[in-house]
């Protein structure tokens, strides 16, 4: 069972920062690819960042530029730097991770990121 913790939500104005943590499980992190979605009130899910196990990054145009995707395997933790937010930006963040050997795949619970003025 591969958990997944996320950490670092918060409520901050406009053009201001946040990093997100997502901690995952010890023994298999490095092995997972990892990313970020986001679901805002009244949207579905959307993709954010996705980084695979071997360190390679892609982005959603809509964050293009603003945030980093990155990962600690030492620290098992997954972080999204996030900086410039926007009211846009606002959203509940998910932590994934999927265990390509056995296409499995898992959800952290969520961790709020609010960005207004």
């Known amino acids: 069972q591969v958990q997944l913790m996320e950490s670092g939500g918060g409520l901050v104005q406009p053009g201001e920062s946040l990093r997100l943590s997502c901690a995952g499980p010890?023994?298999?992190?490095?092995?997972?690819?990892m990313g970020w979605y986001r679901q805002a009130p009244g949207k579905q899910r959307e993709w954010v960042a996705s980084?695979?196990?071997?360190?390679?990054?892609t982005y959603a145009d809509t964050v293009k530029e603003r945030f980093t995707i990155s990962r600690d395997n030492a620290k098992n933790t997954m972080y999204l730097q996030m900086n410039s937010l926007k009211l846009d930006d606002t959203a509940v963040y998910y932590c994934?991770?999927?265990?390509?050997?056995?296409?499995?795949?898992?959800w952290g619970q969520g961790t709020q990121v609010t960005v207004s003025s």
């Open positions: 994934h991770s999927r265990f390509s050997a056995f296409n499995i795949e898992h």
């Open positions: 010890q023994r298999l992190f490095s092995r997972l690819d």
């Open positions: 980084i695979t196990r071997g360190e390679v990054t």
